[in-house]
């Protein structure tokens, strides 16, 4: 975790491994917020961050891990508590709050009176008893998204934005039929169907004077011949 110079989480870090069925890791990376790891069609997000443990020793005893919870702070703040008897019959103990993991932790007493702080790492003696603490365990909130129709979903948006593309385009088509010394001309268009009877006309037009030409030539080549 980042802390900001206020002591505020800046940001929050995780580090993922993918394993293979053979237990080999396949990927790996160091996912923050907004920066997911995506393997196969599945993104790891980082969603959240949580104090999971502490890990304690009274006196000399072994290393005890006992989980921290989150208190209900009516939403002023995230605080985590743990509760650590310091009598073997669990007659008394102390409780552990801390709202990071920069280590700094406060002892409170049955009474619910601040009796002393504590850091990772070093001990402070509470109802007659040295407690120790040696960790403060940290846990991660991921967010896991697999969703296989992505690429379907891409795929018709693609059709759908060519299809709409191809409506803008204007497709015309003209048929001409000669039958009996006469041409029929006819045709369809999508769209601009004002425009397209202009150029059908045009078209027309065209042909008239072509066949007006060739009357012509056709004319004087006989005046010549004769």
Do not use: C
Not at 22 to 35: A, C, M, S, W, Y
């Amino acid at each position: 975790i980042d802390y900001s110079p206020s002591g505020a989480i800046d940001q929050f870090y995780s580090d993922l491994s993918v394993l293979d069925k053979t237990g080999q890791e396949v990927d790996r990376k160091t996912i923050h917020v907004n920066e997911p790891l995506k393997y196969r069609g599945v993104t790891f997000y980082q969603a959240d961050w949580a104090l999971a443990a502490v890990r304690v020793r009274l006196n000399k005893s072994p290393v005890l891990q006992l989980p921290m919870a989150q208190l209900d702070t009516q939403g002023k703040g995230r605080i985590w508590g743990a509760w650590i008897p310091t009598k073997p019959d669990l007659s008394a103990g102390v409780s552990l709050l801390a709202k990071d993991l920069q280590g700094t932790m406060l002892v409170y007493g049955t009474d619910g009176k601040l009796l002393t702080t504590v850091r990772a790492g070093t001990a402070v003696e509470v109802n007659g008893v040295m407690l120790s603490i040696d960790e403060v365990v940290g846990s991660t909130g991921l967010q896991i998204k697999a969703d296989p129709g992505i690429p379907l979903v891409y795929t018709g948006f693609g059709l759908l934005m060519l299809s709409v593309m191809m409506s803008y385009l204007s497709h015309s088509q003209i048929w001409a039929l000669e039958k009996d010394g006469k041409l029929y001309v006819g045709g369809r268009t999508n769209r601009a169907q004002v425009i397209f009877e202009r150029e059908v006309i045009e078209i027309l037009d065209k042909l008239a004077e072509s066949k007006i030409g060739e009357d012509k030539s056709a004319i004087a080549e006989t005046a010549l011949a004769s």
